[in-house]
């Protein structure tokens, strides 16, 4: 992180009985991500604009087709996009993985991410920024899932529930998430609640607070959300 990101935590209004209740309701799960540093990025980077089901399953193909890091260096741009082709997006998603390893070679000498294991936060959070088609939130799953790092990356599903819970307002007109934000949300998440509340903000988004119709009515932090207790209140009159 830069000086700039290096923000002193200020916690959100309630987070800690928000991230109890989802906790309660979720369980904490992994969401399949990897031990292996270089394992969850080429993971994220699977899972980029593809659903759940689908990234999965290419992430295996992947595996399947190339079962070594140095298989899957060895291989061309255009295999590696055949291996993934069902996923979409596979031709920029096999320049960004190859990409990526030619730079991890350069650097480390083999493709690895283990050297990030003797660095700070700030310098892991900093190299992987610089990889090809690595942002924030890729890189602070990286760092939160395998390196178990105290990150709190800010996927669509969080940025969706934060802004309904009203922890946080945009800063870009179109509303979207930008990085400046998720550093915004990471400073008012105390770091060990981080990952627990990451995992199961993900899960709620996915299954009662969709992006369209969420299901105020049978949401368990509803209590504590603006906009469900506002859809509560309007169902009942």
């Known amino acids: 992180m830069s000086k700039s990101r290096q923000q002193r935590v200020t916690a959100f209004p309630n987070v800690e009985l928000v991230a109890v209740a989802l906790a309660n309701a979720y369980g904490n799960p992994t969401h399949g991500n990897k031990l292996n540093p270089l394992r969850e990025l080429i993971f994220i980077l699977c899972s980029l604009q593809t659903n759940e089901s689908l990234y999965q399953s290419t992430y295996a193909s992947l595996r399947a087709r190339f079962p070594t890091f140095r298989q899957l260096a060895d291989a ?97 007109p179109d509303k979207t998430c930008s990085p400046r934000d998720m550093d915004r949300v990471q400073a008012g998440v105390p770091p060990n609640l981080r990952l627990s509340l990451h995992v199961n903000l993900v899960s709620h988004g996915r299954e009662y607070c969709l992006p369209s119709h969420p299901a105020c009515e049978s949401c368990c932090i509803r209590q504590f959300c603006r906009t469900g207790r506002r859809a509560w209140t309007l169902s009942r009159d």
């Open 76 to 172: 061309s741009e255009s295999d590696i996009a055949r291996a993934i082709a069902h996923g979409g997006l596979a031709r920029q998603k096999a320049r960004t993985i190859r990409g990526v390893l030619t730079r991890l070679e350069s650097d480390f000498g083999m493709p690895t991410l283990s050297p990030l294991s003797g660095m700070s936060d700030v310098a892991c959070e900093n190299y992987l920024e610089s990889l090809p088609g690595v942002g924030r939130k890729t890189a602070r799953c990286v760092l939160m899932y395998s390196l178990r790092r105290h990150t709190f990356p800010v996927d669509s599903n969080c940025w969706r529930v934060c802004r309904r819970l009203g922890w946080v307002r945009p800063t870009r």
